[in-house]
């Protein structure tokens, strides 16, 4: 009589599934995920008439070099003169001659070095719009007494057209 050969034993693969379901699991929770860096930025609308050229007394110019320093109109200056004198300049309230003569003429010049860190241009460009936003805000309460985020899309257009953040990004210099 012939033995039967008995079939080799089988693997259960049964849990090779949990386990590989766990490694997957451990990968994304150790993993970290870099967050991108940027500032939000709405673009202006396409603009197809003729180029004009800005009077000085309307822009503000405002440098950043390649040790990170601003340089605002010439001048060496720190970013808490820059939260101050943004609004000065736009608003204009001592009705200086070389500052604008109204806020939607007003333009701010920001141009870096080729080699000025990611996180000083970001940082700067935040500190032009927070002062935008301060402007529009204090804007929206004397002229409608509402807050900012609590006025209507009416309202909101009419405060961006009175007060138009107008920057102008130069192409980056090389010092």
């Known amino acids: 009589m012939k033995k039967k050969r008995k079939a080799p034993p089988e693997i259960s693969a049964g849990s090779m599934a949990d386990i590989a379901f766990l490694l997957l699991i451990f990968f994304l929770v150790a993993t970290q995920i870099s967050q991108d ?22 822009v503000l110019n405002i440098k950043i070099n390649k040790y990170d320093e601003i340089m605002i109109e010439g001048e060496p200056s720190k970013l808490e ?68 985020s609590e006025l209507n899309r009416t309202e909101a257009t009419e405060i961006k057209k009175l007060l138009p953040m107008k920057v102008s990004e130069a192409d980056p210099f090389e010092s």
Not at 40 to 45: A, K, N, T
Not at 122 to 144: A, E, P, W
Request: zero cysteines; hydrophobic letters at 30%; charged letters at 25%.
């Open 37 to 58: 860096k940027g500032v939000r930025v709405v673009l202006p609308e396409y603009y197809d008439g003729p180029i004009g050229k800005a009077v000085d007394k309307n």
């Open 81 to 148: 003169d820059l939260k101050t004198l943004i609004p000065n300049f736009v608003l204009n309230p001592d009705k200086r001659l070389d500052y604008p003569t109204a806020p939607h003429k007003a333009i701010i010049s920001l141009q870096n070095d080729v080699n000025t860190s990611y996180d000083a241009y970001v940082y700067t460009y935040s500190v032009i719009q927070s002062s935008y936003t301060n402007m529009r805000r204090d804007l929206s309460k004397s002229k409608f007494g509402k807050d900012l």
